[in-house]
């Protein structure tokens, strides 16, 4: 049979379709198996209409229509490159946050097209950017083992289960270039295990006293007491700079460390790694006292506010097991600053001083601050190179 014999058939034959009884459609189906050579359900999606005849030109498949389009598309991919592209769970508070901001810069957005962006779903968000997905590659391990402390400080051998802020995990991140030869800079990352508010600062080399100074530094900056500190069993930390730093206080520090070579103890931070880290500076290795400095001017300012104030994140809150499946339920995002301003026993004032440095603060503005202190950073890098190459 011809092609235009069969779409001949079909036609007519999706004419008698709808109006037959279930005996009848089945002695359809039957003929229209046996003539065009389809499988059964091939033959019924043809004559229900929720397949195109072949031949068939301008007819649309089953379904129903597209909701969002090309306008809604392009706010969000907008606010979604800027936002260091969440995923769409995390998008969709986002989009509630900056929308505010976008149109302060961009265009100011129609009362329908509006609604229609802050009410797509985090599924919806995640198919209409799936074409603008970026993958990352995945680091290395730079982590020493540092023995000389182990005995004095404990394992933590579980999460901390806490409804309050003060108790940090912290990790370090190496920026050799894939060699870990010489010396290079390294990112000191700390994140709070409730409110997930992050600090990093950079080091110019791995030493004790370098380490322990922006580790002052950092605690300085937090809008809250540290309670808890938690690392792994790097040398960097396993100290007597930072043994004595946390416990010669009037109020020591609960100062521990995960289990050797389980990087899921410090789970949180290890991710933070990634977002606060990897995302921002990639992976080219960085040298330098200068550099670290611009690096650390970076992360004090406009990376530290655009992540805390502006990146919604979420919280594992169980872990459920039906057979061989594994289920992660999260709760709601919310940005850091959101989670330590529902905090109970959070401190007024601090969160007066950082509600009147959030009024000063946009979005946009910090995207285009930090690529510009990047390219200086990197232009610092290859000027260091030339120097140390002549």
């Known amino acids: 049979m011809s092609s235009k014999s069969r779409q001949e058939v079909l036609e007519r034959a999706r004419e008698k379709y709808g109006n037959r009884g279930k005996e009848g459609r089945g002695r359809l189906l039957d003929e229209i198996c046996s003539l065009c050579g389809y499988e059964r359900k091939y033959a019924m999606k043809v004559l229900a209409g929720s397949r195109p005849i072949a031949g068939e030109e301008g007819k649309r498949r089953g379904g129903s229509k597209p909701r969002y389009g090309k306008m809604e598309k392009k706010v969000l991919q907008v606010i979604w490159l800027a936002a260091d592209q969440p995923c769409g769970k995390r998008m969709k508070p986002t989009v509630r946050l900056w929308l505010p901001y976008y149109e302060r810069r961009h265009e100011k957005l129609g009362l329908a097209l509006r609604k229609r962006v802050l009410k ?6 995640d198919r209409l950017l799936a074409s603008s997905r970026f993958r990352y590659g995945k680091g290395r391990s730079a982590t020493r083992p540092g023995s000389l402390l182990r005995s004095q400080i404990p394992v933590r051998t579980e999460h901390w289960d806490v409804a309050g802020p003060g108790f940090l995990e912290a990790d370090t991140v190496a920026h050799c270039g894939g060699s870990l030869s010489g010396e290079h800079c390294w990112s000191v990352t700390a994140s709070d295990v409730h409110t997930q508010w992050t600090e990093t600062r950079a080091v110019s080399n791995r030493g004790q006293e ?7 530094d950092i605690e300085a900056s937090l809008p809250f007491a ?3 500190f938690d690392t792994d069993n790097g040398g960097e930390f396993l100290n007597w700079h930072l043994v004595d730093y946390f416990q010669k206080r009037e109020k020591p520090v609960a100062f521990t460390r995960s289990r050797a070579y389980r990087k899921n103890d410090n789970a949180r931070v290890e991710q933070k790694n990634r977002t606060h880290v990897r995302e921002l500076i990639g992976y080219g290795r960085l040298e330098g006292a200068e550099v670290a400095k611009a690096l650390n001017e970076l992360y004090a300012n406009e990376w530290g506010w655009f992540r805390n104030f502006f990146c919604p994140v979420m919280k594992l809150i169980r872990v459920e097991v039906r057979g061989s499946r594994r289920r992660r339920v999260y ?3 919310m940005t850091p600053f959101e989670r330590l301003k529902a905090c109970e026993d959070a401190d007024p004032g601090q969160i007066a001083r950082l509600e009147k440095q959030l009024a000063k603060l946009d979005p946009f503005t910090l995207r285009e601050d930090i690529e510009r202190k990047l390219r200086a950073i990197w232009k610092l890098q290859k000027a260091g190179e030339r120097q140390r190459a002549a």
């Open 331 to 333: 709760d709601e995002p």
């Open 226 to 228: 540290i309670l808890g």
């Open 210 to 216: 370098a380490v322990r100074q922006q580790i002052t």
């Open 120 to 125: 797509v779903s985090a599924a919806t968000i």
